[in-house]
């Protein structure tokens, strides 16, 4: 008769994954309280020179973490060239010395706000991660104020590259959009859009500027479906094509009321928002406008 | 033979036109041992703002935002390699000055034609044979060669060239590029603190007489509460007080010695206090910011003890000295109080700072930020640059800054209501207002020290 296996609980893919230590490479720590106000700027330019950090930081070498094996609570100490658990440094044979515990590597610090530990020095990097100021720290046993994180170097690389992606998306957008494009966002952005004919030059190159000093702001603004209707309206009422009586608003021509607005309110958003949210006579008002303008 | 008797020479009563006796004083403005002794007899401690005020380390400031100039960094420079270059022995290595090693706006560097650096790492002393490129801002260059054939000037990226000047000129030596330090701006502001009590006409029975220099004076047992509280809330101010840009007014707060501190100097944290650890990593921190010999430890109250137990402990027979009991029965005292330390040729003077010990201050918990902190202040005095004279003058570490914006004392007191000195309204009171204007200069807050217990 044939051996039948056992057959495995569970798909053995999904578990909790270590962390792997990638010894050669160099981990990044950086402090997060900046102090701006208190540090010296250059007497010249008057700019912060160096960091916003204290040039020298350094934080405790040994406390007490819960054990990420066995969940229980388990002090650690730094010594360098020694394991970081305090009762596998403390066998006989394997006790450090006195010279070694004063070794100033034992020192965690900070310099201009940045630590670098190798990848090799296993233990370091477990004192870095285990201390309860370590904000990527998910089990802390006290309540100590976070005060370091750890740079993701490819993370900080992607987000840079998202920033950069944007800017010039922002730009591109401000060179090569109709002028029928430009105004609603452009109005949005507080440029001037009156006589936009007679102006355009001079809307567009303010509305490069404001692409390419805030990119971010400006891109939230071209995808907000709000200041097309909003400019559109505007310009309706400036234009005498539109107006509010007795808190409606009202064809000027016609004298025919629409829908309630709050006259002492911002007309335009209100209609924009009205729209946005599928009230049917307020649709209807702006494909009017539309189709006129 | 009748006995005269001479008359007395000083008589019992005299005539005036009129009393004049009577005269408000802010005890705040008489700035003497009276007015701290008080306040350590309700308080425990001496305010080391008070103390530095008694000693002339105040100074009053020009403007509300008062300026000082420091030269950065040491009097030697260094630069970093921003990246690895590799050549054979004796040959040049042009190399690009790394991050960290620019000021003006990446304008400036230190290397110059015919500096002589050493590399911290091999140890191989190189000259500045040419600087191709000084001009593009952060990404100045230099060639770099070494002092004998034999070695070799290759550098990896972080490398660290110390400048050790210009050596090694031989005859006839050409003028040399002037080695400028750069100077740094620190800015502070003094800001507001004030206090007002209404005193109605029945409460001004408390009014409490004194003598000075034989006057009678007076002060109300309110206004005596008052100075007391606001000597602690200027000792706040001075240490804890933060620039602020959310008050509903214009306003820019001041920056403590504590902020000035944690922007500048430096900050430890420590699990147990060992004398010879615990100081030794001190110790090491200290000497490599070019620390002065002496310092002042302003500690709460547990650090304070964990400070002289572990000299108890560690230092031979537990450093306890006893009274002479020589020829005497009887008890034996024990004295077991530690007032300084001079170890590694540096001296530390404890006090145990009432002001960072919130159950002192409070009463409260005394378990939040300030539980097991100490504060090292340096002492002495510090170099600093007068930019208006161009030259440099030697200022106290740590000075109080005031202002009197319409003269007179630095606290200024006024009265309003029917029995000020002159009446201004019907109400039967008097509003006794005290204002001054305070602000914290710390010279070298890179060589301060804070250390917090966690």
């Given at each position: 008769?044939?051996?039948?296996?056992?057959?495995?609980?569970?798909?053995?893919n999904?578990?909790?994954k270590?962390k792997?230590?990638?010894?050669?490479?160099?981990?990044?720590?950086?402090?997060t309280?900046?102090?701006?106000?208190?540090?010296?700027k250059?007497?010249?330019?008057?700019?912060i020179?160096?960091?916003?950090?204290?040039?020298?930081?350094?934080?405790?070498?040994?406390?007490?973490a819960?054990?990420?094996?066995?969940?229980?609570?388990?002090?650690?100490?730094?010594?360098?060239g020694?394991?970081?658990?305090?009762?596998?440094?403390?066998?006989?044979?394997?006790?450090?010395s006195?010279l070694?515990?004063?070794?100033q590597?034992?020192?965690?610090?900070?310099?201009n706000?940045?630590?670098?530990?190798?990848?090799?020095?296993?233990?370091?990097?477990?004192?870095?991660?285990?201390?309860?100021?370590?904000?990527?720290?998910?089990?802390?046993?006290?309540?100590?104020?976070?005060?370091?994180?750890?740079i993701?170097?490819?993370?900080?690389?992607?987000?840079?590259?998202?920033?950069?992606?944007?800017?010039y998306e922002?730009?591109?957008y401000?060179?090569?959009?109709?002028?029928?494009?430009?105004?609603?966002?452009a109005?949005?952005?507080?440029?001037?859009?009156?006589?936009?004919?007679n102006?355009?030059?001079?809307?567009r190159?303010?509305?490069k500027?404001?692409?390419?000093?805030?990119?971010?702001?400006?891109?939230?603004?071209?995808?907000?479906?709000?200041?097309a209707?909003?400019?559109?309206?505007?310009?309706?009422m400036?234009?005498?094509?539109?107006?509010?009586?007795d808190?409606?608003?009202?064809?000027?021509?016609?004298?025919?009321p629409?829908?309630?607005?709050?006259?002492?309110?911002?007309?335009?958003?209100?209609?924009?928002?009205?729209?946005i949210?599928?009230?049917?006579?307020?649709?209807?008002?702006y494909?009017?406008?539309?189709r006129?303008? | 033979?009748?006995?005269?008797?001479t008359?007395?020479?000083t008589?019992?009563?005299?005539?005036d036109?009129?009393?004049?006796r009577?005269?408000?004083?802010n005890s705040?403005?008489?700035?003497?041992?009276?007015?701290?002794?008080?306040?350590?007899?309700?308080?425990?401690?001496?305010?080391?703002?008070?103390?530095?005020?008694?000693?002339?380390?105040?100074?009053?400031?020009?403007?509300?935002q008062?300026?000082?100039?420091?030269?950065?960094?040491?009097a030697?420079g260094?630069?970093?390699?921003?990246?690895?270059?590799?050549?054979?022995?004796g040959?040049?290595?042009?190399?690009?000055?790394?991050?960290?090693?620019?000021?003006?706006?990446?304008?400036?560097?230190?290397p110059a034609?015919?500096?002589?650096?050493?590399?911290?790492?091999?140890?191989?002393d190189?000259?500045?044979s040419?600087?191709?490129?000084?001009?593009?801002?952060?990404?100045?260059?230099?060639?770099?060669?070494?002092?004998?054939?034999?070695?070799n000037?290759?550098?990896?990226?972080?490398?660290?060239?110390l400048?050790r000047?210009?050596?090694?000129?031989g005859?006839?030596?050409?003028?040399?590029e002037?080695?400028?330090?750069?100077l740094?701006?620190y800015?502070?502001?003094?800001?507001?603190?004030?206090a007002?009590?209404?005193?109605?006409?029945?409460?001004?029975a408390?009014?409490?007489?004194?003598?000075?220099?034989?006057?009678?004076?007076?002060?109300?047992?309110q206004?005596?509460?008052?100075?007391?509280?606001?000597?602690?809330?200027?000792?706040?101010?001075?240490?804890?007080?933060?620039?602020?840009?959310?008050?509903?007014?214009?306003?820019?707060?001041?920056n403590?010695?504590?902020?000035?501190?944690?922007a500048?100097?430096v900050?430890?944290?420590?699990?147990t206090w060992?004398v010879?650890?615990t100081?030794?990593?001190i110790?090491?921190?200290?000497?490599?910011?070019?620390?002065?010999?002496?310092?002042d430890?302003?500690?709460?109250?547990?650090?304070?003890?964990?400070?002289?137990?572990?000299?108890?402990?560690?230092?031979?027979?537990?450093a306890?000295v006893?009274?002479?009991?020589?020829?005497?029965?009887?008890?034996?005292?024990?004295?077991r109080?530690f007032?300084?330390?001079?170890?590694?040729?540096?001296?530390?003077?404890?006090?145990?700072?009432?002001?960072f010990?919130?159950?002192?201050?409070?009463?409260?918990?005394?378990?939040?930020?300030?539980?097991?902190?100490?504060?090292?202040m340096?002492q002495?005095?510090?170099?600093?640059?007068?930019?208006?004279?161009?030259t440099?003058v030697?200022v106290?570490?740590f000075?109080v800054?005031?202002?009197?914006?319409?003269g007179?004392?630095?606290?200024?007191?006024?009265?309003?209501?029917?029995f000020?000195?002159?009446?201004?309204?019907?109400?039967?009171?008097k509003?006794?207002?005290?204002?001054?204007?305070?602000?914290?200069?710390?010279?070298?807050?890179?060589?301060?020290?804070?250390?917090?217990?966690n």
């Amino acid at each position: 008769m044939e051996a039948t296996e056992t057959k495995r609980k569970g798909n053995p893919n999904f578990g909790r994954k270590k962390k792997e230590i990638d010894v050669n490479r160099k981990y990044y720590f950086k402090l997060t309280q900046e102090s701006e106000t208190a540090k010296g700027k250059d007497a010249t330019t008057g700019e912060i020179y160096g960091s916003p950090f204290p040039e020298i930081r350094f934080i405790t070498n040994e406390g007490i973490a819960k054990c990420p094996e066995t969940g229980q609570l388990r002090r650690w100490r730094y010594v360098y060239g020694f394991p970081i658990w305090l009762d596998q440094q403390i066998s006989p044979n394997l006790e450090p010395s006195q010279l070694q515990l004063e070794d100033q590597r034992n020192v965690l610090i900070f310099r201009n706000g940045i630590m670098t530990v190798e990848g090799n020095d296993e233990s370091k990097l477990k004192a870095m991660m285990l201390n309860d100021a370590y904000e990527g720290n998910e089990n802390p046993v006290t309540n100590k104020p976070k005060i370091y994180t750890m740079i993701d170097e490819d993370a900080e690389l992607f987000k840079l590259e998202d920033e950069i992606d944007e800017s010039y998306e922002a730009l591109k957008y401000a060179n090569e959009s109709s002028l029928s494009d430009i105004l609603p966002v452009a109005f949005a952005l507080g440029i001037d859009v009156s006589d936009a004919e007679n102006r355009k030059e001079k809307i567009r190159a303010e509305f490069k500027v404001k692409a390419k000093s805030m990119p971010s702001a400006f891109m939230s603004q071209v995808v907000n479906p709000i200041n097309a209707v909003k400019h559109a309206v505007d310009a309706a009422m400036k234009k005498g094509r539109l107006e509010v009586v007795d808190t409606k608003i009202t064809n000027a021509e016609t004298k025919v009321p629409y829908f309630s607005v709050n006259p002492t309110g911002d007309v335009p958003e209100q209609v924009a928002k009205l729209v946005i949210s599928g009230d049917e006579k307020a649709t209807k008002l702006y494909e009017s406008l539309k189709r006129l303008s | 033979m009748a006995i005269t008797q001479t008359p007395v020479s000083t008589p019992a009563n005299y005539s005036d036109p009129s009393i004049t006796r009577f005269g408000l004083i802010n005890s705040l403005n008489v700035i003497n041992v009276r007015a701290m002794n008080e306040y350590y007899e309700t308080y425990g401690f001496i305010p080391y703002g008070a103390l530095n005020q008694f000693m002339g380390n105040e100074e009053k400031a020009d403007n509300k935002q008062f300026r000082w100039y420091q030269s950065r960094g040491r009097a030697m420079g260094f630069v970093t390699a921003n990246a690895s270059v590799t050549v054979g022995n004796g040959a040049a290595a042009t190399v690009t000055v790394g991050a960290g090693g620019y000021s003006a706006a990446g304008t400036k560097s230190l290397p110059a034609l015919g500096l002589i650096f050493r590399n911290s790492r091999t140890g191989v002393d190189v000259r500045v044979s040419a600087v191709p490129n000084k001009t593009t801002p952060n990404a100045h260059t230099f060639q770099i060669t070494p002092l004998v054939t034999s070695q070799n000037a290759s550098v990896l990226a972080g490398d660290e060239l110390l400048s050790r000047g210009f050596v090694y000129l031989g005859e006839q030596s050409d003028k040399t590029e002037t080695i400028i330090r750069n100077l740094d701006r620190y800015s502070n502001f003094c800001t507001e603190l004030r206090a007002d009590s209404t005193i109605g006409d029945l409460a001004a029975a408390e009014k409490m007489e004194i003598q000075i220099n034989g006057n009678y004076s007076y002060y109300y047992k309110q206004m005596k509460d008052d100075n007391l509280r606001l000597m602690q809330e200027l000792d706040f101010l001075l240490f804890e007080g933060t620039q602020t840009n959310n008050l509903p007014y214009v306003e820019e707060g001041s920056n403590g010695v504590i902020k000035q501190v944690e922007a500048n100097g430096v900050i430890g944290d420590y699990a147990t206090w060992g004398v010879t650890t615990t100081f030794a990593q001190i110790e090491r921190v200290l000497n490599s910011v070019g620390a002065p010999k002496e310092y002042d430890i302003l500690a709460d109250n547990s650090s304070f003890i964990e400070m002289q137990n572990s000299i108890f402990t560690e230092i031979n027979n537990g450093a306890i000295v006893y009274a002479n009991q020589s020829g005497k029965t009887g008890d034996i005292e024990i004295n077991r109080k530690f007032k300084s330390l001079d170890i590694y040729s540096r001296k530390y003077n404890f006090t145990n700072y009432g002001l960072f010990d919130e159950q002192t201050v409070y009463g409260s918990s005394g378990l939040g930020v300030r539980n097991r902190f100490a504060l090292f202040m340096p002492q002495g005095r510090e170099n600093t640059y007068n930019k208006y004279t161009g030259t440099t003058v030697k200022v106290p570490r740590f000075t109080v800054m005031y202002q009197t914006p319409f003269g007179g004392n630095k606290w200024h007191t006024a009265q309003n209501g029917l029995f000020a000195d002159t009446p201004t309204s019907t109400k039967a009171e008097k509003v006794i207002t005290t204002i001054g204007y305070f602000g914290a200069r710390v010279v070298g807050a890179q060589q301060y020290l804070i250390m917090k217990g966690n």
